[in-house]
């Protein structure tokens, strides 16, 4: 887990604004050596919910995916802190946030491989960081170390309820590739400060739109039960 940040800025109360009534970083430090969370991209300890932590773990969607011949695959943990998204060369830092205290399952399928991640954004809501990943998409390509990435867009995705936002976007990798295309969509969801992101890859684009957009359902129902 990345480590935190301490700050003095307050943790949220009662009926608030949808950042808590907390004040979000005013300027960006040039300064290499900053503590700024807003020039770091960690999270700020302090400006976390209590319970977040322990509400992460029920956003998973858990093993009954419904999917024919899905395992799980073992990780050596489930916990992980992440970038919301990396799309379009996307690096922690200037704005841009780590989660809190996130984790993640994957699980494999004939000619599938399936991750789930959710984390908890504190500075600013998890809606603001799919915002962010949303104003990024016409970047057109990008390079990372899975290879170039072509983003192909959004995909409309039908409305989910109880969230705050959701995007759905696909990308193909190494189009030209010797071992061919990797078809790669992401979805992302956001209730308060915590948000869950669904990646499918698959060797075509029907199976990774086809396997992202059944799992958004029951991650949208585990996300919007979170009190």
Avoid at 96 to 121: C, D, M, N, T
Avoid at 166 to 177: D, K, P, R, T, W
């Amino acid at each position: 887990m990345v480590g935190l940040v301490l700050t003095t800025a307050c943790g949220p109360s009662g009926e608030t604004s949808p950042t808590g009534g907390r004040e979000r970083p005013a300027t960006t430090s040039t300064d290499p050596h900053s503590t700024d969370p807003a020039v770091t991209g960690v999270q700020p300890l302090y400006d976390l919910s209590p319970e977040l932590e322990d509400q992460i773990g029920t956003v998973l969607i858990g093993s009954a995916l419904g999917i024919d011949g899905v395992a799980e695959v073992p990780l050596q943990s489930p916990y992980m802190d992440d970038l919301l998204s990396g799309a379009c060369g996307t690096e922690p830092g200037n704005g841009v946030y780590l989660s809190a205290f996130g984790q993640r399952r994957e699980w494999k399928a004939p000619h599938v491989r399936i991750q789930q991640f959710a984390g908890g954004w504190g500075v600013s809501p998890a809606a603001e960081a799919v915002a962010q990943v949303r104003g990024r998409l016409g970047c057109g390509t990008y390079q990372d170390r899975e290879g170039l990435h072509r983003v192909l867009g959004e995909r409309e995705l039908s409305p989910l309820s109880g969230l705050d936002d959701q995007l759905m976007f696909c990308e193909v990798i190494n189009e030209e590739g010797p071992e061919g295309p990797t078809h790669l969509c992401t979805v992302l969801l956001a209730r308060g400060e915590i948000a869950s992101r669904i990646q499918t890859r698959a060797a075509t684009a029907e199976r990774a739109e086809q396997v992202a957009r059944e799992l958004a359902v029951p991650a949208a129902r585990r996300l919007a039960a979170v009190s």
